[in-house]
Nanobody, 115 residues
Framework: QVQVVESGGGLVQPGGSLRLSCGASGIIFSIYAMGWYRQAPGKERELVAT???????YYADSVKGRFTISRDNGKNMVYLQMNSLKPEDTAVYYCHPTYRGEGYWGQGTQVTVSS
């Protein structure tokens, strides 16, 4: 049984930082590409960042230079370091492991950026 669990969300002031974590079990973690997505109220889910099994990364323009995705294959974990947070970063953040068209979703973690 595959489980994907995100954590680390919360309330933070504009300009602040948060580090999201995602653990995945029931899969061969090291071969999966890992993605972070987010969904704000009334909006579609959007891609934030990805990291391949080989460590190559991609960032949406809206977060480039502020967010950093990383992975620890030994711990089956992927992280999203978020700096210089803005109110428009407010959303539920989801972790999404994928491999050859097979993918899984976690339940998400809420990030709220507000003063």
């Amino acid at each position: 049984q595959v489980q994907v669990v995100e954590s680390g969300g919360g309330l933070v002031q504009p300009g602040g930082s948060l580090r999201l974590s995602c653990g995945a079990s029931g899969i061969i973690f090291s071969i999966y590409a890992m993605g972070w997505y987010r969904q704000a109220p009334g909006k579609e889910r959007e891609l934030v960042a990805t990291i391949t099994s080989g460590g190559s990364t991609y960032y949406a323009d809206s977060v480039k230079g502020r967010f950093t995705i990383s992975r620890d294959n030994g711990k089956n974990m992927v992280y999203l370091q978020m700096n210089s947070l803005k109110p428009e970063d407010t959303a539920v953040y989801y972790c999404h492991p994928t491999y050859r068209g097979e993918g899984y979703w976690g339940q998400g973690t809420q990030v709220t950026v507000s003063s």
